[in-house]
Every structure is written in structure tokens, then in C-alpha cells.
């Protein structure tokens, strides 16, 4: 089935620092998702983003939180400066029409 | 809003038994239901999904679902399990009118062999 590659798949880094999770969607989506899990549990939503914009954001998107998607590369969520709860596994995910998602295998970032 | 609640948080099953995972969702509209599986260390897995016509889904790997307007419900079955279903199962609806995909908690499955 279409794949969505995360790369790293872990990151740690110092408490303050800012870190980048790359996302490569499925080549001919238009529909993008951050969502986080914490040690194994609910997967929560963070923000959805289509054609160019974020189109809904949860409460777990912090200020510290950005998404973009420059010239159709990557799909990136940057957080700056992380905290020791951003601590969890990023999962992202794309969709073709908003309906079925495809997700990534995870970046776990580790702030110290 | 919508909402979705696993009841099981585990489930352990022996080998060849058959199983339901049970689901259940709050939503005023018609919604559209999903299953996904999260093996350990991987991202979640599309197993099935719901989105109209015959209440009763097919999936991969012998899986179905079937949905209960009336009883709000979304429940996962397998005639025969294997020690490979061990997974986790995450139950997830959403709205035709957004994009936005609520899961349930989970339910954490054992096949013992």
C-alpha cells in the first residue's frame, strides 16, 4: 500500500533546543496530519494542513509548534524551543481525500 | 464533537478463538468509521473502514466490522485469531463535514498460543 516515510524515526535532543520531524507523504496527497502518542497510548490529534495552510489545530499545538510543506518536499513539524513533555512518538500522515489515512512508522523524539 | 470509546483496554485471547474488540462512538451525523492496527514500533495500519452501504465490512487479514446505528457501534471481529494479530487496535471516526480523525484509547490484544 502507499507508504509515508518519517525520517528520523528517533531524535534526541536538549530541553530548549529546536528539532525539525520530516515527513515524506504519499506522492499524490493533498491532506497532511501531525498526531503524537504518549508511551504506547491514544493517538492524539495535533493539526491537519492542506493546500499550503493549517486548516484545524488541537490544544496540543502549542505556540512552539509549526507546520509547513516548502515546493511539496517535506512535510515538517518544528518545534522550538521543545520542552520535556514534547517528549513522545510524532506520527504523521496523509490522505488523498481526507478519508482514509496513511501513516508513517514514527519519529520518537527524547528531550532531555 | 465527535468521540470514540474502547471499553477493553486488554484483550488476550488463545490461539484460533474467535474474537471481538468492541467500539462504540458519539456523533450526531453519519459518521465514518475506521480500524487501525499498531504492531510494535510501526505507524498505525488501515484494517478496515465504513463509510456506507451493507453495515458489515470486510478487511485484511479475515477481519470485519460491523455497523450498528442504533446501538452507536463499531465492533471488530476474527472468526480465528493468530499469535500474529497481537497488536493494538485503535478505533477512529470522523465527520464528513471536517478532516479531523478521533481515536479511541485503544485496546491492547494477547493471542496466547
Known amino acids: 500500500g502507499p507508504k509515508v516515510l518519517q525520517i528520523p524515526s528517533h531524535q534526541i535532543i536538549d530541553m530548549g533546543q529546536m528539532v525539525t520531524l520530516n515527513c515524506d507523504p504519499v506522492?499524490?496527497?493533498?491532506?497532511f496530519y501531525w498526531y503524537k502518542q504518549i508511551l504506547g497510548q491514544q493517538m492524539e490529534f495535533l493539526v491537519n494542513f492542506y493546500n499550503g495552510k493549517v486548516m484545524e489545530k488541537s490544544k496540543l499545538f502549542k505556540d512552539q509548534f509549526s507546520v509547513e510543506r516548502p515546493d511539496g518536499s517535506y512535510f515538517t513539524l518544528k518545534i522550538q524551543p521543545t520542552a520535556l513533555e514534547d517528549s513522545a512518538v510524532y506520527f504523521c500522515?496523509?490522505?488523498?481525500?481526507?478519508?482514509?489515512?496513511?501513516f508513517g512508522s514514527g519519529t520518537r523524539l527524547t528531550v532531555l | 464533537a465527535q468521540s470514540v470509546t474502547q471499553p477493553d483496554a486488554r484483550v488476550t485471547v488463545s490461539e484460533g478463538a474467535s474474537l471481538q474488540l468492541r467500539c462504540k462512538y458519539s456523533?450526531?451525523?453519519?459518521?465514518?468509521l475506521f480500524w487501525y492496527v499498531q504492531y510494535p514500533r510501526q505507524g498505525l495500519q488501515l484494517l478496515l473502514k465504513y463509510y456506507s452501504g451493507d453495515p458489515v465490512v470486510q478487511g485484511v487479514n479475515g477481519f470485519e466490522a460491523e455497523f450498528i446505528k442504533s446501538n452507536s457501534s463499531f465492533h471488530l471481529r476474527k472468526a480465528s485469531v493468530h499469535w500474529s494479530d497481537s497488536a493494538v487496535y485503535f478505533c477512529?471516526?470522523?465527520?464528513?463535514?471536517?478532516?479531523?480523525?478521533?481515536f479511541g484509547d485503544g485496546t491492547q490484544l494477547v493471542v496466547k498460543p
Open positions: 456523533y450526531s451525523g453519519t459518521p465514518y
Open positions: 506522492s499524490n496527497h493533498l491532506y
Open positions: 477512529a471516526v470522523s465527520a464528513t463535514s471536517n478532516n479531523r480523525i478521533f
Open positions: 500522515a496523509s490522505s488523498r481525500t481526507a478519508e482514509t489515512l496513511y
